[in-house]
Structure formats: structure tokens, C-alpha cells
């Protein structure tokens, strides 16, 4: 499998492209159009920066949206950073070059992989409470966030919604590193992403004109309804 690419060229390589999320949504589900006359279609938002994004896909799109839960394994000495990711149902994905990059210790390696899936858990209680997932079996998965750096998070997400036996997985993005796209490309049936970027250094934060850290309240709020 290789995927299908979906970008925007005259983006190519910049910045400050989009004037926020709920933007990037827009001319997301512009792409993402030909999906909206499918019964079997579901956005899957990964919290917390891709609910304002899939929000509005699944609006513009009139298809139903859920929300799925992964975390990055946090670096011991940098969390903001990661080596790696675990989702909902206790996939892990690990960047091997990096662990090893990085020396850490199995000791640390495990530890932070606990932590994520703590954290994990809290969060599914947070946003789905007793809620299940919604049968996904020959669904056309559209996984959504607002953006990729590493890849590793999107990847480990895909790999778990595989699991369900989709008829199709799209992975829609505002932007992303290209190492990223390449990572996912073998992947997925198709990557819809507006902003891509190569380079020795890549931020997500980069291709907005206002960034901010959204919290899991602020997701939330516009995932009920109560926010833009």
C-alpha cells in the first residue's frame, strides 16, 4: 500500500498559512469533499488540537465525528517531546532510531510508556466516559489532527483503527513534516494535507498565524458545542 497525496502546492514549504484551526478545517474538508455523500464515512478527532479541526470537517462534511485517544511517550528530560506513542486500546509505537539516539534506559523506556497509558485511560474517562467506540468495520476512517511532526502519533493511531477492519483509512492534516508523510504513506489508502514541509527542523505551531496550546477543556467546550 502507498498512499494517495492530497496537498495544497502553493503551500508548499511555507508559513502562517492558516489564521487558526477552525480555518484549516475548512479548506481541510474543501479536500475532503467527495467524502461527504458517504454513509459510511466518520471523522475520528485526536484530542486536543484536532477537535477544533475535525469540528469543522464533519460540520462542512455533514458526517458524524467521534474521538479517539493517543499519547505520545514522553522523552524523560524533554515532555514536550516524544519517542514514541500509545493509543486507546494499548498500541505502542516506538521511533527505534531515536530510543537509541537518545540511550534511554529500558527502565526509562517503560516508565514513560506507563505514564502515557495513564494518561491515556484519564483522558478516554474525560471524553468518552461509558461511551464505546462506534463500530468502525468498513468505515471510511477519516483521523484527524492538527498536525504532524514525528509521524509517530498519527501512526500508532492508524494501526490501531486497522485493527477494526476499515474499509478505507484517510489521515487529514493541516500540515505536516514530510518525513512524516512518509512515514504514514505505506500506511494508509490516502493523506490530505495542505502544508507540507521539509528541513532540519519542523513545528506545528509554525503554519499558524495564531497558535495557542489548546487544553482539554478548550477541546471539550467545542467538542459539546460550546465553543466556536
Given at each position: 500500500m502507498v498512499a494517495k497525496i492530497?496537498?495544497?502546492?502553493?503551500?508548499?514549504?511555507?508559513?502562517?498559512?492558516?489564521?487558526?484551526?477552525?480555518?484549516?478545517?475548512?479548506l481541510l474538508a474543501e479536500?475532503?469533499?467527495?467524502?461527504?455523500?458517504?454513509k459510511?464515512?466518520?471523522?475520528?478527532a485526536i484530542p486536543a488540537g484536532g477537535i477544533p479541526v475535525g469540528n469543522v470537517i464533519a460540520k462542512e462534511l455533514a458526517v458524524p465525528m467521534d474521538v479517539v485517544i493517543v499519547r505520545k511517550t514522553q522523552i524523560p528530560w524533554n515532555t514536550e517531546a516524544g519517542f514514541g506513542a500509545v493509543t486507546w486500546d494499548g498500541e505502542t509505537i516506538l521511533?527505534?532510531?531515536?530510543?537509541?539516539?537518545?540511550?534511554?534506559?529500558?527502565?526509562?523506556?517503560?516508565?514513560?510508556?506507563?505514564?502515557?497509558?495513564r494518561n491515556v485511560q484519564e483522558r478516554l474517562r474525560k471524553f468518552r466516559g461509558d461511551k464505546c467506540l462506534p463500530q468502525l468495520r468498513d468505515k471510511i476512517i477519516i483521523l484527524v489532527d492538527d498536525g504532524l511532526a514525528s509521524g509517530f502519533t498519527m501512526l500508532a493511531a492508524v494501526r490501531?483503527?486497522?485493527k477494526s477492519q476499515p474499509k478505507k483509512i484517510i489521515?487529514?492534516?493541516?500540515?505536516a513534516s514530510l518525513g512524516?508523510?512518509?512515514?504514514?504513506?505505506?500506511?494508509?489508502?490516502?493523506?490530505?494535507?495542505?502544508n507540507i514541509r521539509s528541513g532540519p527542523s519542523f513545528a506545528v505551531a509554525a503554519a499558524y498565524e495564531n497558535w495557542y496550546d489548546l487544553t482539554d477543556e478548550d477541546a471539550l467546550r467545542i467538542l459539546f458545542g460550546k465553543g466556536k
Open positions: 492530497v496537498e495544497e502546492p502553493t503551500l508548499r514549504e511555507r508559513v502562517q498559512v492558516f489564521r487558526d484551526r477552525f480555518q484549516a478545517g475548512k479536500k475532503l469533499r467527495e467524502y461527504c455523500q458517504e459510511n464515512a466518520i471523522v475520528l521511533n527505534e532510531p531515536l530510543v537509541e539516539q537518545l540511550g534511554l534506559t529500558n527502565e526509562e523506556i517503560e516508565e514513560s510508556i506507563s505514564k502515557a497509558k490501531s483503527a486497522r489521515v487529514a492534516v493541516p500540515t512524516a508523510v512518509e512515514l504514514l504513506m505505506p500506511e494508509v489508502d490516502e493523506i490530505v494535507c495542505l
